[in-house]
Nanobody, 125 residues
Framework: QVQLVESGGGLVQAGDSLRLSCAAS????????MGWFRQAPGKEREFVAV????????HYVDSVKGRFTISRDNGKNTVYLQMNSLKPEDTAVYYC??????????????????WGQGTQVTVSS
């Protein structure tokens, strides 16, 4: 299992930017498909973005396309989520996830066995 630690959350105003980071330790980071999910109060955890371990292909939920960018630095064992033009509806706890050697078409919570502790993102209007 890989251990994941998120950082970079905070309180920002609508239209601002944040970059979340997720540092991984354990087995070979480059062999993991890495994802970000989020969970707002009273709502189910939802998929945000994913970057595949082999193809490097990325996929986003429609609500963040054009605003969020997922990337990875295998040399630093870190995955990032650059969030621009933030909106109040982006407010949630953001979780980093990992799946060993998985390519997936429609990422779901059940696809990821490893999770970080989460980092709070709050966007005020």
């Amino acid at each position: 299992q890989v251990q994941l630690v998120e950082s970079g959350g905070g309180l920002v105003q609508a239209g601002d930017s944040l970059r979340l980071s997720c540092a991984a330790s354990g087995r070979t980071f480059s062999s993991y498909t890495m994802g970000w999910f989020r969970q707002a109060p009273g709502k189910e955890r939802e998929f945000v973005a994913v970057i595949m371990w082999y193809s490097g292909r990325t996929h986003y939920v429609d609500s963040v396309k054009g605003r969020f960018t997922i990337s990875r630095d295998n040399g630093k064992n870190t995955v990032y989520l650059q969030m621009n033009s933030l909106k109040p509806e982006d407010t949630a706890v953001y979780y980093c996830t990992a799946a060993y050697q998985r390519e997936m078409a429609r990422p779901e919570v059940a696809d990821f066995p490893s999770w970080g502790q989460g980092t709070q993102v709050t966007v005020s209007s």
